[in-house]
C-alpha cells in the first residue's frame, strides 16, 4: 500500500467519523462506501474471503451469518499495540460472551511465524472460546489487501519493530456486510462507545 493511499483511507476515516457524529442517534449509519450498480444506490460490502482459524477451520462470510461480527488486525510476536489490543478485545468479548449473534474476528498479519499452532496457543492463553472469536491466517496478500475494506492500515515496514506496522482499529460489521462502528482499539474510552455500538446495532435488529 503506497503512502499516498495511505492518505487517501485517513481521509476516508476522518469523513466516516464526521458523518457517524451527524448520523441518527438511533441507528447507527452504514460507513461502508457508496456505490451505484445498475442505477441502484447501495454500500460496499466486506469481499468474499477464505481463511483458516486456530481450529483448522475454514472461516468464510458464512461462518457469520446472521451475526454480527467484530474485527481487528494483529500478530502474536507484536510488541507495541497488540498487547493492548488484545486486552480491549477481551473486553468486548467477555462483556458479549453470553450473546449468540456477536462474533470476534482477529487477522493475523505476520503468517509465516503465525501459523495454526501458534494461533491456537494465543487463543488458549487468552482462555476464549473459539466457537465466539476466530483468530485466522493465510494468504499474507489475501489477508493485508482485506484490511483495507476493514479500514485498516497494515504495512511492512522495515525500520519498525518485526518489521510490519499497522493500525489498531477494530471494527464492526452487520449481518449485510456493511460497517457501522469503529474505534481506535488502544483506548479504553472508544471502546466503551464501541461497546454502546455494538449494543445499538443489536437493538436494530430486535426493532425490526
Known amino acids: 500500500m503506497s503512502r499516498n493511499h495511505l492518505k487517501q483511507l485517513s481521509f476516508l476515516l476522518l ?25 441502484v444506490s447501495s454500500y460496499e ?6 481463511f483458516i482459524n486456530q481450529d483448522s477451520q475454514r472461516i468464510t462470510p ?6 454480527i461480527y467484530v474485527v481487528d488486525f494483529f500478530f502474536t510476536s507484536c510488541p ?28 493475523t498479519i505476520d503468517p509465516k511465524r503465525d501459523s495454526v499452532g501458534r494461533l491456537a496457543v494465543y487463543a488458549q ?4 472460546s473459539s466457537d465466539k472469536w476466530h483468530f485466522v491466517t493465510g494468504d499474507k496478500r489475501e489477508l493485508f489487501d482485506i484490511a483495507e475494506h476493514y479500514f485498516n492500515i ?3 515496514d522495515a525500520s519498525v519493530p518485526e518489521g510490519l506496522d499497522h493500525s489498531g482499529r477494530i471494527v464492526l460489521v452487520d449481518t449485510q456486510g456493511h460497517i457501522r462502528a469503529f474505534c481506535n482499539g488502544t483506548k479504553p474510552e472508544e471502546v466503551d462507545r ?15
Do not use: W
Open 15 to 39: 469523513f466516516y467519523a464526521g458523518a457517524f457524529a451527524c448520523g441518527n442517534k438511533k441507528t447507527l449509519p452504514i460507513l461502508s462506501k457508496p456505490t451505484i450498480e445498475n442505477g
Open 45 to 50: 460490502k466486506i469481499p468474499d474471503f477464505q
Open 62 to 67: 458464512a461462518t457469520f451469518a446472521n451475526k
Open 80 to 107: 507495541t499495540i497488540c498487547p493492548t489490543l488484545a486486552k480491549e478485545m477481551k473486553r468486548i468479548y467477555k462483556h458479549f460472551e453470553e450473546e449468540d449473534k456477536v462474533n470476534l474476528l482477529s487477522h
Open 125 to 128: 492463553n487468552l482462555e476464549v
Open 154 to 156: 497494515v504495512i511492512e
Open 194 to 208: 464501541f461497546i454502546n455500538d455494538i449494543e445499538r446495532l443489536l437493538q436494530e435488529y430486535e426493532d425490526l
